[in-house]
């Protein structure tokens, strides 16, 4: 493969990454409700994900979404709407322990927040996007290495790359989660928060393109 475009598109990908939008957002929420290992699971089910966009974009499915215009802005209210759902149930928990006002929320099973992030992941519409516009642009034709081999190569990039910084931010989230609650009634304010910024991570999904 062309060193030349992989170094840009480790650079391209590194920025695309370190801006803030849904998946970062939803590590935060994550990570700053339930602590750094909710976090981090988190963070495994979105490269799950994204493992199995790569699978799918080396398949060729890729190239059939982009055919069928419907199937993403159906996969974007879909996801939109798994993460409303989400931050109700958060919510409304919160909301149903009103006679114990200083009962702090407890983190959920681990597999149960894999699948979850693993759907969420699934349902973004800005991974498959990643892999229909950005990625083409960094695939030599002329190198006699199979396309599908250059678009998985970038994939599993792209993986690491999330891992690594998505795992420094549910890290430090939850750090910063852990300094706000000092007692359980902070603790139920901070999961609050991380509910309602499940509901920004839709409404951001919402707005991707």
């Known amino acids: 493969m062309d060193t030349h475009l992989l170094l840009l598109f480790l650079g391209m990908d590194l920025l695309l990454i370190c801006t803030p939008g849904p998946d970062m957002l939803y590590v935060m929420a994550r990570s700053l409700g339930q602590g750094r290992r909710t976090g981090l699971t988190a963070v495994a089910g979105i490269c799950g994900g994204y493992a199995v966009h790569t699978a799918l974009a080396a398949a060729g499915l890729a190239a059939a979404l982009r055919a069928v215009p419907a199937a993403l802005p159906a996969m974007k209210y879909a996801g939109a709407a798994y993460l409303v759902f989400l931050a109700v149930r958060t919510l409304m928990a919160l909301r149903n322990r009103g006679g114990h006002a200083l009962a702090a929320p407890t983190a959920e099973p681990s597999g149960k927040v894999l699948r979850q992030s693993l759907l969420t992941a699934l349902l973004n ?69 991380s509910g309602t910024l499940l509901l920004v991570v839709a409404a951001a999904t919402l707005g991707t393109h």
């Open 125 to 193: 519409p800005k991974g498959l996007l990643l892999y229909l516009s950005l990625m083409p642009q960094f695939i030599s034709t002329g190198t006699g290495v199979p396309l599908g081999f250059q678009l998985t190569a970038l994939g599993l990039l792209h993986i690491v790359n999330c891992a690594l910084l998505y795992g420094l931010v549910a890290t430090l989230t939850a750090r910063a989660g852990r300094a706000l609650t000092g007692t359980p009634k902070a603790a139920r304010r901070v999961s609050a928060v």
